[in-house]
Nanobody, 124 residues
Framework: QVQLVESGGGLVQPGGSLRLSCAAS?????????????MNWYRQAPGKERELVAT???????NYADSVKGRFTISRDIAKNMVFLQMNSLNPEDTAVYYC?????????????WGQGTQVTVAS
């Protein structure tokens, strides 16, 4: 099947920026069998529940959590089966493990894979 792999996390000072990437990997036949309706970025801070940060739909519509509006931008590269999260004006409250998630079907069966997560730490 298809796996999601995130990259781009790290340590950044308050006010800084990071760009997260998420790539769908698998065989060509698996990639072709995976029909994506939307891709999401979630995050989970220590002691808190996982929260939805940003979504981009098949049609290109985007949606953001209120806490990141105006600072984060989700984008995608359909040809490369990738989704990105540009994070600007980061603050310590953005510290979390960030997860990529896809909503879709695999051979017409609902399939919602998750990546392994990438740590983002905002500290001076």
């Amino acid at each position: 099947q298809v796996q999601l792999v995130e990259s781009g996390g790290g340590l950044v000072q308050p006010g800084g920026s990071l760009r997260l990437s998420c790539a769908a990997s698998g065989s060509i036949s698996s990639i072709n069998a995976f029909s994506i309706n939307a891709m999401n970025w979630y995050r989970q801070a220590p002691g808190k529940e996982r929260e939805l940060v940003a979504t981009v739909t098949r049609g290109g519509s985007t949606n953001y959590a209120d806490s990141v509006k105006g600072r984060f931008t989700i984008s995608r590269d359909i040809a490369k089966n990738m989704v990105f999260l540009q994070m600007n004006s980061l603050n310590p409250e953005d510290t979390a493990v960030y997860y990529c998630n896809a909503e879709g079907t695999y051979l017409r069966i609902p399939y919602n894979p998750w990546g392994q997560g990438t740590q983002v730490t905002v500290a001076s």
